[in-house]
């Protein structure tokens, strides 16, 4: 028995794609993952399985709430080494962030340099894009441009979420 980080991508945001986190844990459950934990309504479980695929979860979903999310799938090690690797202080929760990769980058750093804000600063280490935005990112023109810029799809969480993750993962 394995356990995993599961991000979706897209709930609960705007209005759109409205998933309960007490609905999914239940259906969840029903189809045979255990020890399932949510963190707040963006889309953050911590489960245990035998083993796990987005598709599994995406399947789930769209038969029981009428939507298919995009999902992205991290065992235990794999998000563990994501934290364990952060270029960043570890103390700026809020300008830190892990944007996961669905598959490696293909980094086109021309449009990175376009967009990027002369006080954000980037590394990306394996599949996780790693940015330091001390000005935030809802202005962030990286970040409202950074799957162009990456050529894949992503989901991003700030640290202070992932530390959150890491003690349920720890706890699961």
């Known amino acids: 028995m394995d356990t995993y980080v599961v991000l979706f991508k897209g709930i609960n945001v705007g209005g759109k794609n409205l998933l309960s986190m007490k609905n999914l844990t239940a259906a969840l459950e029903k189809n045979g993952y ?12 911590v489960l245990r399985s035998k083993q796990l695929f987005p598709g599994d979860i995406s399947e789930i979903v769209s038969n029981n709430f009428g939507f298919k999310p995009e999902v992205l799938v991290l065992k235990k090690s794999d998000f563990l080494s994501s934290i364990k690797h952060n270029p960043f202080h570890p103390n700026e929760g809020k300008s830190a962030h892990f944007y996961f990769c669905s598959k490696k980058p293909k980094v086109n750093t021309d449009k990175l340099d376009k967009y990027i804000d002369d006080t954000e600063e980037y590394k990306l280490i394996n599949k996780v894009f790693y940015l330091h935005a001390p000005k935030g990112i809802g202005r962030s023109r990286l970040v409202a441009n950074i799957e162009s810029c990456l050529g894949v799809s992503v989901t991003g969480r700030n640290l202070n979420t992932i530390r959150k993750l890491e003690e349920m993962v720890e706890n699961a």
């Not at 255990?34 to 479980?45: D, H």
Request: hydrophobic fraction near 35%; glycine fraction near 8%.
């Open 34 to 45: 255990l020890n399932v934990k949510t963190y707040i309504q963006s889309g953050n479980v």
